[in-house]
């Protein structure tokens, strides 16, 4: 008996500190702005799928993530990027490679306006407010 405790409780406390992992956001969106640049230079469909689905799964870790500014927005942004994405993999599949293209010029679009929102202040921004 005193074993099982000792054995649930490993567990639930396990599971406990996996649930509290944070996502370090900058590594994860270095990492989605690689599989993006795979994405866009792929020549062959199935390069494609699997720098798109990569891609796709990185955004969807970078939600996950603690957003301390305009957390609504960024999260809606990354649900615009999601779909962009998912667009651009049937676009890509029923009509090949260049149907990918507008989709992913949107999501480089939509990365320019969300990545606003994260930008540090500027000096005069500091000095003077906003």
Known sequence: MKYLVIIFT????SMSFAQQEKVD?????KNTGLAYKQAVQATQLIEFNTAIDEFI???KVSKTAKFY?????SLQGLDKVIAQAELAKKAAN?????AAKEPL???DNLRK???????????FELLFGS
């Open 105 to 107: 010029k949107n999501i």
């Open 113 to 123: 306006k969300y990545h606003e929102l994260h930008e540090p202040p500027g000096f």
């Open 10 to 13: 490993l567990l639930f406390s």
């Open 94 to 98: 029923k009509q090949g490679l260049s």
């Open 69 to 73: 500014k305009k957390a609504e927005q």
């Open 57 to 59: 799964k990185l955004v």
């Open 25 to 29: 956001l900058e590594v994860n969106m």
